[in-house]
């Protein structure tokens, strides 16, 4: 059986990776005035980010249209694939997961699509690692199976500079209580099953940066990793050499995707990872 594999572009998963790997992603939508961009084709990331803190009002973001899926789907399901696998980010924070839901009833049982619990890399990892593990011969089942152990040991932490754009999404009712308490502050968050997390927070850059890598210290020898980041290269670049050796595979550097970045603002800095399982 040939499984296809499809996702969407808060995976950040890196072109090369996704043309290499046979995965289809289909792009959100960033809305900045009235107009709509394509996540990642109509609007760079890096002049993205650079106009961000002074969009008035800020921008939003969309979910891929159902037809948007449908049309993805037909394409795979028409080159010979027997199967697909579509997964997405989770309900609790994008309603992409739900467009491809809606998408996928009128394939019958031949799409299933799936809730990762996380975005970017956390979401990323997941693809790539079931299209590899189909690419060696794993039949659905096992692929299946390996998805939701991947699921559960994916682990996603972030330094945010400021807790404004997480605040304005709505989306998280910590931030929405605390934004007078927390302005000042940079917060560190963890996104686990859907849910994210407050995991302390710092007054210096410094400061959170340390709990940063302590908290990835703490997830023990890791499968894979992506040092995160928006707009804040050289600040990733330093990360990745403080930390690559706890990774056997070769890291990731990624700007995220401006469609999680509407949420999370510029200069945040960040890992996702899966640890090796005991």
Same mark, same amino acid.
């Given at each position: 059986?040939k499984?296809?594999?499809? !996702? ?27 107009? @709509? ?11 993205f ?7 008035? =009002?800020p921008? !939003?973001?969309?979910?891929?249209s ?34 491809? *839901? ?41 692929v299946? @199976?390996?998805?939701?152990n991947? %699921?559960? *040991? ?5 330094? #945010? ?6 605040? %304005? @999404? ?13 302005? *000042?502050?940079?917060? #560190? ?15 210096? *850059? ?14 023990? =020898? #890791?499968? %894979? ?36 970045g !509407? ?16």
């Open positions: 059986m499984i296809g594999f499809v !996702t969407d572009s808060t995976s950040d998963i890196p072109a090369d990776l996704a043309d290499s790997h046979g995965i289809e992603i289909v792009p959100a939508l960033v809305n900045i005035n009235g107009n @709509s961009f394509t996540d990642g084709i109509d609007i760079s990331r890096e002049k980010y650079s106009r961000l803190p002074d969009l008035i =009002p921008p !939003t973001t969309s979910s891929p159902v037809g948007s899926f449908q049309e993805c789907y037909e394409k795979i399901l028409r080159a010979g694939a027997d199967f697909l696998i579509s997964i997405h980010p989770p309900n609790e924070l994008s309603g992409i997961f739900n467009a491809a *839901r809606l998408a996928a009833e009128g394939f019958g049982q031949r799409i299933r699509v799936m809730d990762s619990g996380q975005v970017s890399l956390g979401l990323g990892f997941q693809v790539i690692m079931a299209a590899e593990a189909a690419a060696r011969g794993a039949i659905l089942e096992e299946t @199976s390996l998805l939701e991947v %699921r559960q *040991r994916v682990r996603l932490a972030a330094l #945010l500079d400021t807790i404004e754009y997480v605040h %304005r @999404s709505g989306r998280v009712s910590w931030a929405v209580a605390k934004i007078g308490s927390l302005l *000042r502050l940079q917060p #560190l968050i963890e996104l686990r099953l859907g849910i994210i997390h407050r995991l302390g927070q710092a007054r210096t *850059r410094a400061q959170g940066i340390e709990q940063l890598v302590d908290s990835l210290n703490s997830w023990g =020898p #890791l499968e %894979r990793l992506a040092v995160l980041h928006t707009n804040a290269e050289s600040a990733a670049l330093q990360l990745l050499e403080e930390v690559k050796s706890k990774v056997v595979t070769q890291p990731l550097v990624v700007n995220v995707t401006t469609a999680i !509407t949420h999370v603002g510029p200069n945040g800095l960040g890992f996702a990872a899966v640890p090796i399982q005991p």
